[in-house]
């Protein structure tokens, strides 16, 4: 009997000679020669072991791991050697670094290229003004083909090798990739590996039968397996269908987690996994540098439970991640899981998704502003902020989904709070049913049946922009502030940097209109971009609050790295945190000026310099902070 360590070894050995079993001698012999052969196979030494764990533990003895991993690994060679000169220095530059992405020089934006741009062109012309901002990343919002008419915005992908014709094409694509690496910019798109749409060439063949594509998707013949699953599935989108599934025309039901045209890949098929990889590869010799996965939480499925968050889907997303060290160790990974929070962070870690969305200090920046106390966000920062090192948050204010209340009803019951009726508290003030609320937002999906709801609607109407209210745009530089200085990526939703408002005609596009995110993705505003400079106008207030924290952030190591600690200001209005020991953050979530006592500032320094007023503040007396007002003082 082989040990483990024999086994891999052995394994190893077979893998590299099938790789090499398709060359002539003369080109094994200089392939094997080669720098690219033996970086690839440093990699694989290190890598490898890994890849075959996790694919262990997902396929255990599926005699089809072996087949599989020769096909995976001669296609990570192909694509490792196809890897541009360019990309292979980023690949040994971030594996020297892998702390590059919790640099305090990090700031994200992310857009639609057919709503902020046109198409990719439109989006290349937009680099100065990304530059003008500060970005260092950019999120360009799914743009691979997809059917016509509803694509759930482009997250029902048709080929991963093909642009949307009416953005430009894959030339285009790169080129635009290019030119941000120019700029010094990374680009983001989406991994969309849950699901691909129905018109995909492997739903299409799986449909028809095709061998060759079995198993490429969950299709049942009646509603007797989809019945046992849905007693324990959550409904991500009651309104578009009940349960998991969808009928097709032969009277077939597939598996459809979210919409009928999104049909979830069957990851108990080892060659699902292959085929994924593969468009993977594809990405990462694009140039994309980040990829961020979309429904983590999805891709395992099994009866009985809630087929979310289970162990194989992280040895699922552990084993691409090898891949890419292995293929394009430049390639990092987001992972968008949008659950309980004690989930959440299962995703990240150096071997799984380096960075992550936040979606609890998301969801918490907006219950702040509604309750006027910081008694949530405080305990999750304190308690659920700090994760492993190598990885961090990617801190956000809005995104083209709906605000779920993602708190735990565990944290919140500690303040005496019912999870349940804060959440329909919370629902109803978002959506202006609540009186003397400032928000104007739009309910997403509600559920009769369990009475849950989310919300929709941009960062200005959510804040109180919509109707002028005297304190949104501070409300806006508020969380915005938060996002910056809490360690890890800040993301900004393009669009908020200037106050953009709903896109009120959405639901007069008959592929829109069940949809009511599409309130939140409007075009483009030319006027208020251009009122930006402008600070007679809310716009260009937002934007020049905005422009200065990032160059305050830019430019100071105080907010390097992803990890705080919380100070507690014994003012329920006033959240404090702390960062490298160095600068201690404020701010004040109410519309009255609140006091922290000098008792409370006694183990700090006599006076500090306010980076955001640029002035020094007293810290051996009683200090006062403004309506809404931020601080970010120097303490060492
Ligand atoms: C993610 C996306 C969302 C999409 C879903 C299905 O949650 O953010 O917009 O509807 O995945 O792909
Ligand atoms: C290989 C496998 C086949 C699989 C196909 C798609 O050709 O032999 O079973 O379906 O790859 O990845
Ligand atoms: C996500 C989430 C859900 C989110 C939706 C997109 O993956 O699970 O809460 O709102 O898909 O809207």
Redesign the pocket.
Known sequence: MLSRTQQVDLSLQHLKNHILSVYTPEQRKSITQSEDWKTFGARLQQHFPKLMHELDNVYGSNE?VL??LE?LLANAWHSYAKRSRNLKTIDAAREADPDWILSHKQVGGVCYVDLFAGDLQGLKAKIPYFQELGLTYLHLMPLFQCPEGKSDGGYAVSSYRDVNPALGTIDDLREVIEALHEAGISAVVDFIFNHTSNEHQWAVECAAGNP???N?YYIFPDRWMPDQYDRTLREIFPDQHPGGFSQLEDGRWVWTTFNSFQWDLNYSNP?VF??MA?EMMFLANLGVDILRMDAVAFIWKQMGTSCENLPQAHALIRAFNAVMRIAAPAVFFKSEAIVHPDEVVQYIGQDECQIGYNPLQMALLWNTLATREVNLLEQALTYRHNLPEHTAWVNYVRSHDDIGWTFADEDAAYFGINGYDHRQFLNRFFVNHFDGSFARGVPFQFNPATGDCRVSGTAAALAGLAQNDPHAVDRIKLVYSIALSTGGLPLIYLGDEVGTLNDESWHLDANKADDSRWAHRPRYNDALYSQRHDDSTAAGQIYQALRHMIRIRQSNKRFDGGRLLTFHTHNKHIIGYIRNQALLAFGNFSEFAQTISRHTLQAMPAQAKDLISGQTVRLDQDLVLKPYQVMWLEIA
């Open positions: 089809a087949p599989m096909q060759l594509y079995d490429f060659w292959n085929a593969g």
